[in-house]
């Protein structure tokens, strides 16, 4: 197994840019592809963030995602129901993880999770959830995929601060997050 422990700027650069959208409940939009699909939601996210489009030019017609930068240079890749910040240069995370070394990656996953806890509580506040992964309060399709979960509130919107979950089909662990559309207002 290898680890890699890079500084939190990227990570706190990306956690600032989300948290500085009070509504996320105009962003989101019906789950189409194509170019009028994309440009419709590229005018949606960057009038309700000022983020704007990371390139110019042709929309592949198959696509539905694209990506936007915000004022701080973070990448956003922005789908129909949700946001991945593009940030993975931040934080601890370990690679080729053999069988074997699952349990030394849930070690380091968990001696580094409170630190990441209060990187994103810095920024989003109290979480109204913190827990193992594997909670039965957890949708069946997260369930058992993060070691460590946190959620947040916003109208319109669910984040998601998680831990990896490492095994036998996941050779690699570290710390995400994303924004997902919700109906809480």
Known sequence: ????????????????????????????????????AIRAMVDRVTTATGWRPWAPGDIDPDRYTWGLVTQRET??????????????????????????????AEDGLDLHWPAQLELARQYWGPPVYVGPGDDVRIPPEWRGRRRHLAVWLRPGAEFHLYASQPGPDEDAAGFAYSVYASEVA
């Open 1 to 36: 197994m290898k680890t890699q422990e890079r500084s939190s700027d990227d990570d706190e650069r990306a956690m600032a840019d989300l948290a500085e959208v009070s509504d996320w409940r105009s962003i989101w939009g019906p789950p189409a592809t194509g170019a009028e």
């Open 75 to 104: 990448v956003m890749l922005v789908l129909p129901d949700a946001v991945l910040p593009e940030s993975p240069r931040s934080g601890w995370s370990a690679y080729e993880i053999g069988p074997s070394e699952v349990p030394l």
